[in-house]
């Protein structure tokens, strides 16, 4: 009988894995979903600084602010600006970028184009993906955001049900309710 139990008790956990996998792919178990918030952002952030690496999404989402910038005179004042606090060497939050990328990126500087940082920001979006996101989707911050963002798409989803299920134009008030009489 004890076996019975254990088998079954296994099976339950087995199957409560297969529910959060299937609930977090559902959400998309990405570090694409994460960033798309700005509070997956912000705890994914936080754990990188535990990690001692933060300066990965501080650059990568430099990289994406630059990319909203028109006039060539803000370009310019952007990219020296990155190029001083993310990429030159011993800058104070340097990331990790081949030799190649750094000179074509310092090549660039004078007249940097929209897509200047576009190689370094995929290598970097590459290394936090294949690096750190591995390990902050095993951490509880991660399972609450998760959850978080879980419930706001199921109250959404409830809410929309409502409206569709009761349209206002059937709804009617009764009118001894209200305490009027005609």
């Not at 254990?6 to 979903?33: C, F, H, I, P, W």
């Not at 430099?62 to 600006?81: H, V």
């Amino acid at each position: 009988m004890k076996g019975f139990f254990k088998k079954s008790q296994t099976a339950l956990n087995d199957t409560r894995k297969v529910q959060e996998t299937y609930e977090t792919s559902l959400l998309g178990d990405s570090l694409e979903m994460v960033l798309s918030k700005k509070s997956g952002q912000k705890v994914f952030r936080d754990f990188l600084k535990s990690e001692f690496c933060e300066e990965n999404l501080d650059f990568w989402l430099a990289c994406k602010k630059y990319q909203t910038f028109d006039s060539l005179k803000e370009r310019t004042r952007i990219a020296a600006s990155i190029y001083e606090e993310f990429i030159r060497d011993e800058s104070p939050k340097q990331v990790n970028l081949d030799f190649n990328t750094i000179e074509t990126i310092r090549q660039s500087l004078g007249q940097p184009g929209p897509s200047c940082f576009v190689v370094a920001e995929k290598k970097i979006y590459i290394l936090m993906e294949s690096c750190s996101f591995p390990r902050f989707i095993e951490t509880e911050p991660y399972k609450l955001f998760i959850n978080s963002i879980s419930k706001q798409r199921g109250l959404k989803r409830n809410r929309m049900a409502v409206r569709l299920k009761i349209p206002v134009e059937d709804f009617k008030v009764n009118q001894l309710l209200l305490g009027k009489q005609d």
